[in-house]
């Protein structure tokens, strides 16, 4: 029988079985846990914490969150102690896989389902079930086996209160690459660049030397932004630029926070300025706090450069309007 | 005489996939599977389809999913552009081709590995060089390359004009999760949604939260249009499409149309409203029930001030007074929408439509003769009136 048999058949006696005896928690559903958590988590909801709400809530009183199903029966420090033999099933089939090369192990999935709102008082049991090892797959990590796990949480009187569903991947480590160089140090990520075209070419050497630049028609005057080759009003192929004072109001904005983008810090507010001129135009607000930015916020162009490749035309509030938004 | 494409074609039947995020499969194949379960609901045999049409957005080719399905000879084949804006825009085409006697059955598909494959989430690539990209470098360098960061723009400018509040947003996605919570195939399935979670939802991109966008979804979804002569021997006799138009208004762009004199209206979305009711006869009251695009909760509200349902501003009225909901002036998004039950472009809307006017929504309102299925906001956009043959 090949080693690697020999290791399906071990593997297959792990299917399906309990890893061992429910887990009880430590610890009674509490306020001061729930307190800690919402806090640390920065989850302001009143019907986790505050009595009086969570009475007048459809909950009719304190009700933990519910994303801290797993906190309940958490081995805590023993958890990240290791070491020592295998406490259950799980540990056992990880130390087997470890035994055949797949010494490292990622989480890659977890969902939860609940069935009701935990209470103070509630006495949380877990049991768990493998459910499922996946032959070898190759992912961009290494070559590994997926382990799927059920488990199932139940209240003092053996009553379902959610069930969790948790899929890891213990695998081989791919080949760590050659020791990178200095220079071979992956790049700093960058804004992304603006594609340059025959239609807005002309616009970014403007913002190079400095200037805001909005394109005008040179039959009917006029202005247009973003640029395009011809006059919507007039047709005319024929134009020029005038610069802008670069003096504007703040139309519209948003603040984005997710998914934050390598390049950008975030978060990161972002407006429709409408310049003095009457064309509005894209752009970063800087020089305030990003949720201080309002609609009608008077704003002052300012350029800068923003890596040592690009130049951008970004706004700033003019001296005093962050304050009065407020 | 006018011809126009008033009761010139019907849906005789519907498929689709399971919705899931991670489906494990090929798009090819999800499109296989949703184009022979709607084959199946209609009683027609692959051999019997000679037109198909899906979404320029889609990766899989008609001709691949025509030879894996054993689709024969096809005499009309189109995509149409512009992401969601074209959800119903593949009905007008697919009505056009058979009102035009270009094609008597034609198989519409769309099928996307949404959540594992592609995520539209994640924002424009700048190392996808396409003709538009040129359009795109107005907003990537300083960031503004995410749906939800387009969506909110013109949702901040909106709040601000019309005072109407993100409770109000929060109103319609509460509503459409409603209607989730008794669908199995929903995402959110029996998992209701209070105003306290939606408001403590994170946020995405202010002043969007969390539970204001769509989901990302595997799957796909398929429907048959016919003549409604053809249809009316099938299994399941047809779906009348009454009306269905498509449009893009002045000085559009792809999502970032900010340089028109106002932010708060949809000139495309009123363009079509004014075609399907010119063309069906029929006016914003005649409406029982309707699949409103919501990839986004704000685009709800704008496009029932769009389709004449309420004043411009008024919408905020319209979700506080339960219009939404079942029961309510309008029943919408009885699926779940797109917010609660999956995202797949629309298409799964267009099912829905078919399946109230059928009278087999899981969520089935009353009064059913007419109902609205409309398509993307903030794109060149589309939209249809059903009714019963
Ligand atoms: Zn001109």
């Given at each position: 029988m090949s080693n690697s048999e020999e290791l399906e058949r071990a593997l297959a006696r792990?299917?399906?079985?309990?890893?061992?005896p429910p887990a009880v928690g430590?610890?009674?559903?509490?306020?001061p846990m729930v307190r800690h958590w919402c806090e640390i988590l920065g989850d302001?909801?009143?019907?986790?914490?505050?009595p009086d709400v969570a009475a007048r809530s459809v909950h009719g009183g304190l009700v933990a969150?519910?994303?801290?199903?797993?906190?309940?029966?958490m081995a805590g420090v023993a958890l990240a102690?290791?070491?020592?033999?295998?406490?259950?099933l799980q540990q056992e089939l990880h130390a087997l896989l470890s035994e055949h090369g797949y010494t490292s192990v990622v989480a890659t999935n977890c969902e939860q389902v609940y069935d009701r709102y935990l209470r103070p008082d509630d006495r949380v049991t877990a049991t768990t079930v493998i459910e499922a090892i996946s032959p070898e797959k190759t992912t961009g990590l290494g070559t590994g086996r997926f382990i799927d796990t059920r488990t199932t949480y139940r209240d003092a009187k053996g009553e379902r209160v959610a069930w969790m569903t948790f899929r890891v991947l213990k695998f081989k480590p791919a080949?760590?690459?050659?020791?990178?160089s200095p220079a071979a140090a992956p790049a700093k990520p960058r804004r992304l660049r603006p594609l340059r075209s025959h239609d807005n070419d002309w616009w970014w050497q403007g913002v190079a030397r400095g200037d805001l630049l909005i394109q005008r028609c040179a039959e009917c005057g006029t202005l247009r932004h973003p640029?395009?080759?011809?006059?919507?009003?007039?047709?005319?192929?024929r134009w020029d630029s005038v610069a802008a004072s670069g003096r504007g109001v703040v139309y519209s904005h948003v603040v984005m926070h997710h998914p934050p983008i390598p390049g950008y810090g975030f978060p990161l507010a972002v407006a429709l300025v409408e310049l003095e001129e009457g064309t509005r135009i894209v752009s970063n607000v800087v020089g305030?706090?990003?949720?201080?930015v309002r609609i009608g916020m008077p704003v002052q162009l300012e350029m800068q450069?923003?890596?040592?490749e690009l130049r951008l035309p970004l706004f700033r509030p003019v001296s005093g309007a962050a304050e009065e938004a407020r | 005489m006018t011809r126009t494409l008033r009761d010139a074609a019907a849906i005789a039947g519907i498929g689709q996939t399971e919705f899931s995020k991670?489906?494990?499969?090929s798009e090819l194949q999800l499109a296989c599977e949703a184009v022979k379960s709607a084959l199946d609901d209609a009683g027609?045999?692959?051999?019997?389809?000679d037109g198909m049409t899906t979404f320029?957005?889609?990766?899989?080719?008609e001709i691949e999913v025509a030879r894996a399905v054993g689709i024969?000879?096809?005499r009309f084949f189109s995509r149409t552009p512009h992401g969601g804006g074209a959800a119903i825009g593949v009905m007008h085409q697919a009505a056009m081709a058979v009102a035009t006697g270009s094609a008597e059955v034609v198989v519409v598909y769309r099928a996307l590995n949404g959540r594992s494959g592609?995520?539209?989430?994640?924002g424009v690539a700048?190392?996808?060089?396409?003709?538009?990209l040129i359009h795109w470098s107005w907003y990537l360098p300083y960031g503004l390359l995410t749906p939800a960061s387009w969506v909110a723009m013109f949702t901040q400018r909106y709040l601000h004009e019309t005072g109407t509040t993100s409770e109000d947003l929060a109103r319609v996605a509460i509503s459409t999760r409603r209607h989730a919570v008794n669908?199995?195939?929903?995402?959110?399935?029996?998992r209701p949604l209070t105003m306290d979670e939606h408001q403590s939802s994170r946020m995405i991109v202010a002043p969007l939260h969390l539970y204001d966008c769509c989901q990302e979804t595997d799957g796909g979804c398929a429907c048959i249009v016919t003549t409604p002569e053809r249809a009316r021997d099938l299994r399941r006799g047809g779906v009348l499409i009454r009306a269905v138009a498509q449009a893009a208004g002045a000085?559009?762009?792809?999502?970032?149309?900010?340089?028109?004199?106002?932010?708060?209206?949809v000139p495309e979305m009123e363009v079509v409203a004014k075609q399907v009711y010119a063309m069906s006869g029929?006016?914003?009251?005649?409406?029982?029930a309707a699949v409103i695009y919501d990839a986004f909760t704000p685009i709800v509200l704008w496009q029932l001030e769009a389709f004449g349902?309420?004043?411009?501003?008024?919408a905020k009225d319209f979700v506080r007074d339960g219009?939404?909901?079942?029961?309510?002036?309008l029943p919408a998004?009885?699926?779940?929408?797109?917010?609660?039950?999956?995202?797949?472009h629309g298409m799964n809307g267009v099912n829905e439509g078919v399946r109230l006017v059928r009278g087999t929504?899981?969520?089935?309102?009353?009064?059913?003769?007419h109902v609205l299925v409309t398509a993307g906001v903030g794109v060149p956009t589309s939209a249809m009136i059903l009714g019963k043959m």
């Open positions: 792990y299917v399906g079985a309990e890893i061992g430590p610890d009674l559903v509490n306020a302001a909801n009143p019907v986790y914490t505050d969150p519910p994303t801290m199903l797993q906190v309940w029966t102690g290791g070491g020592g033999p295998a406490a259950d080949q760590p690459a050659q020791a990178a640029p395009r080759p011809m006059c919507g009003a007039c047709q005319s192929l305030c706090a990003p949720d201080a450069d923003v890596d040592e | 991670s489906s494990g499969r027609l045999s692959p051999r019997d389809v320029t957005l889609d990766t899989t080719d024969g000879d096809l592609q995520r539209y989430s994640q700048s190392d996808v060089v396409t003709s538009d669908n199995p195939n929903a995402f959110f399935h029996g000085e559009q762009e792809v999502m970032t149309s900010f340089y028109r004199p106002s932010l708060t209206r029929l006016g914003p009251r005649d409406l029982d349902l309420c004043k411009w501003g008024e219009g939404l909901d079942l029961g309510g002036r998004n009885t699926h779940g929408g797109q917010l609660s039950e999956a995202y797949i929504s899981l969520n089935q309102p009353a009064r059913n003769d």
